[in-house]
Nanobody, 125 residues
Framework: VQLVESGGGLVQAGGSLRLSCAASGDPLNNYVIGWFRQAPGKEREGVSEIVFDYGSTQYADSVKGRFTISSDNAKNTVYLQMNDLKPEDTAVYYC???????????????????WGQGTQVTVSS
């Protein structure tokens, strides 16, 4: 599966953005899709994930209550709605996929096989 992220940009603190992860080459059934982010000088960290067929989700503590992950079967796309953005949310955001499971997995890089190219999110104070 090929993944393409979009929707990043520059936003003021307290603002919102919606990221999209569009998949091609394979329907996302039987996939878990994750969102990760990497800030300059920091390791990549897991943000959220969704089991595409069942809608089960998981969030990092740092984004709970502010970010919402969702999926659109017809568009083969996963979204990350980000509200109440903070400067510390500034990072390159990546979506990633792992195949063959219908339960949430550990939100770590090694659990995911396919990656998009990333989209930059910058939150100004």
């Amino acid at each position: 599966v090929q993944l393409v992220e979009s929707g990043g940009g520059l936003v003021q603190a307290g603002g919102s953005l919606r990221l999209s992860c569009a998949a091609s080459g394979d329907p996302l059934n039987n996939y878990v899709i994750g969102w990760f982010r990497q800030a300059p000088g920091k390791e990549r960290e897991g943000v959220s994930e969704i089991v595409f067929d069942y809608g089960s989700t998981q969030y990092a503590d740092s984004v709970k209550g502010r970010f919402t992950i969702s999926s659109d079967n017809a568009k083969n796309t996963v979204y990350l709605q980000m509200n109440d953005l903070k400067p510390e949310d500034t990072a390159v955001y990546y979506c990633a996929a792992t195949y063959g499971t219908n339960v949430v997995v550990e939100l770590r890089e090694h659990e995911f096989d396919s990656w998009g190219q990333g989209t930059q999110v910058t939150v100004s104070s």
